[in-house]
């Protein structure tokens, strides 16, 4: 069974950094794209990055371009999302997923950007 669990959002002021975790289970991670998506309130589920099986393949969205860093350890099975800079706009729940749509993603981690 496929599982995926995020941790290491929170609060955070505008222009302040987290770092989002995935640690995953019940599958071969090391041969699997790896995706964030997130949803911010009232919208749909949107990927903002993507990494592939090897970590050396990484991918995002314009609106998180320069500020987000997709990493992973296949050791640990674990995915990495480094956020800076962040603003309100980016104020949504989290997820990792093991595809683009995220229809397979874990429980989520809630990141809210406030002063």
């Known amino acids: 069974e496929v599982q995926l669990v995020e941790s290491g959002g929170g609060l955070v002021q505008p222009g302040g950094s987290l770092r989002l975790y995935c640690a995953a289970s019940?599958?071969?991670?090391?041969?699997?794209?790896m995706y964030w998506v997130r949803q911010a309130p009232g919208k749909g589920l949107t990927p903002i990055s993507s990494?592939?099986?090897?970590?050396?393949?990484?991918r995002y969205v314009d609106t998180v371009k320069g500020r987000f860093t997709i990493s992973r350890d296949n050791v640990k099975s674990t995915v990495y999302l480094q956020m800076n800079s962040l603003s309100s706009e980016d104020t949504a729940l989290y997820y990792c997923?093991?595809?683009?749509?995220?229809?397979?993603r874990g429980q989520g981690t809630q990141v809210t950007v406030s002063s």
């Open positions: 990494i592939s099986s090897s970590g050396s393949d990484t």
């Open positions: 019940g599958f071969t991670f090391s041969r699997q794209w």
């Open positions: 997923a093991t595809d683009l749509e995220g229809r397979t």
